[in-house]
């Protein structure tokens, strides 16, 4: 008798691989570095002609103290002042860098998620201190607005940043204040919050809300990357656990020196008129963008930079390169991808030349 066959076994389908996991280590600067540097940077956030002459001065004078080792009082009280805070709630580190690195290894935190796209350093400096991290993605349909609900109940360590980059989204501060609980710290990266007129929705200075932790920098308004001064501003116990993961002296004389001068009353009033300008800069940014029928911008915008998503992004970027622009690209930030960029808000006339570089590699001419 024939043998019997059975039916035949289709072979399976091949499984699509997953995307490329975003580089967390990948930061603007590294559209300008060396040679790039020639570039007109549209890829760093730090505001153009910075830092001023008089902030300068106050940094050059520190050097004549470089032979004592660091005393960070003065500077820690002109912080506490600037935001209405007692010393015991606000901690100086070298950068807002440090302060990621310095929560995830002095927060015990059993579930930490962050709420993406943001800033990745805080994601990775959890990974590095070996935390699994969760994470919660916004969607650009609804503008990656946040809803409180989105965020398991469990997270006992949540990131957010606010204005968020690179979205430049603003959350409402009630929606963030929604976050917080007992057993939770909520951190609030707040890096450009002082590019917002008024600091509407800013939670620094905030004390009634339960594991509240805020980052500030000082480098983006102030044009200070290079000399690494940030705060965190927190609940007595939270800082002081912070500052024994410190190394001694984390804060340099230069640094210190920058920070206490940047929270006198003259330059909060120089940084709020500067916020003005990024504002009207900022609109006439996206009024430009909006004259191009394939770019899509998230608005409404609120820090010192606009995301756009554009088809054929990474292929834009490396044509406005050949023009002279660096531009971020997106694809870095978790829930992101190749079709997205963000481009630092700068001055009209740069705008207008970006512009009509952009305009000749889309191939649309502008009126």
């Known amino acids: 008798?024939?043998?019997?066959?059975?039916?035949?076994?289709?072979?399976?389908?091949?499984?699509?691989?997953?995307?490329?996991?975003?580089?967390?280590?990948?930061?603007?600067?590294?559209?300008?570095?060396?040679?790039?540097g020639a570039l007109t940077d549209l890829a760093v956030n730090v505001r153009t002609g910075t830092p001023p002459a008089w902030l300068k001065a106050r940094i050059a004078a520190s050097l004549d103290t470089l032979a004592a080792y660091p005393d960070g009082r003065a500077a820690r009280r002109a912080v506490a002042a600037r935001h209405g805070l007692p010393v015991e709630r606000v901690l100086l580190t070298s950068g807002a860098a440090e302060a990621f690195v310095l929560l995830a290894r002095a927060v015990r935190a059993r579930?930490?998620?962050?709420?993406?796209?943001?800033?990745?350093?805080?994601?990775?400096a959890l990974r590095d201190a070996g935390h699994e991290v969760g994470r919660v993605l916004l969607d650009a349909r609804d503008g990656f607005r946040l809803d409180p609900a989105a965020v398991p109940e469990d997270a006992d360590l949540v990131v957010v940043g606010n204005p968020t980059n690179p979205t430049s989204v603003l959350h409402p501060a009630d929606v963030l204040a929604r976050l917080t609980r007992p057993g939770r710290t909520l951190v609030v990266d707040e890096a450009f919050m002082d590019a917002v007129p008024g600091e509407r929705e800013a939670l620094a200075g905030r004390t009634d809300l339960p594991g509240l932790v805020v980052l500030r920098s000082l480098t983006k308004t102030w044009g200070l990357a290079g000399l690494r001064i940030g705060y965190v501003l927190a609940e007595p116990d939270t800082v002081a656990a912070l500052e024994r993961a410190q190394p001694l002296w984390p804060v340099s004389s230069p640094a210190l020196a920058a920070a206490e001068a940047c929270s006198a009353p003259g330059a909060l009033a120089e940084a709020a008129?500067?916020?003005?300008?990024?504002?009207?800069?900022?609109?006439?940014?996206?009024?430009?963008?909006?004259?191009?029928?394939?770019?899509?911008?998230?608005?409404?915008?609120?820090?010192?930079?606009?995301?756009?998503r554009l088809p054929?992004?990474?292929?834009?970027?490396?044509?406005l390169r050949t023009r002279g622009f660096a531009?971020?690209?997106?694809?870095?930030?978790?829930g992101?991808?190749?079709d997205w960029l963000r481009l630092a808000v700068r001055d009209r006339a740069t705008t207008d030349r970006f512009a009509a570089a952009l305009g000749e590699v889309l191939?649309?001419?502008?009126?």
């Open 363 to 367: 191939g649309e001419a502008l009126a």
């Open 273 to 308: 008129a500067a916020a003005g300008r990024i504002a009207a800069d900022r609109d006439h940014l996206l009024a430009r963008l909006g004259a191009f029928g394939q770019i899509r911008t998230v608005a409404p915008a609120a820090g010192p930079f606009v995301l756009l």
């Open 1 to 36: 008798m024939p043998a019997r066959t059975g039916s035949a076994r289709l072979p399976a389908p091949p499984v699509a691989p997953p995307p490329p996991e975003p580089d967390l280590r990948h930061h603007g600067d590294a559209e300008v570095r060396g040679a790039d």
């Open 111 to 124: 579930r930490p998620v962050v709420v993406h796209p943001q800033f990745t350093e805080p994601e990775a």
């Open 312 to 319: 054929g992004a990474d292929g834009v970027r490396a044509a």
């Open 327 to 334: 531009v971020r690209r997106g694809d870095t930030f978790p």
């Open 336 to 338: 992101l991808g190749p």
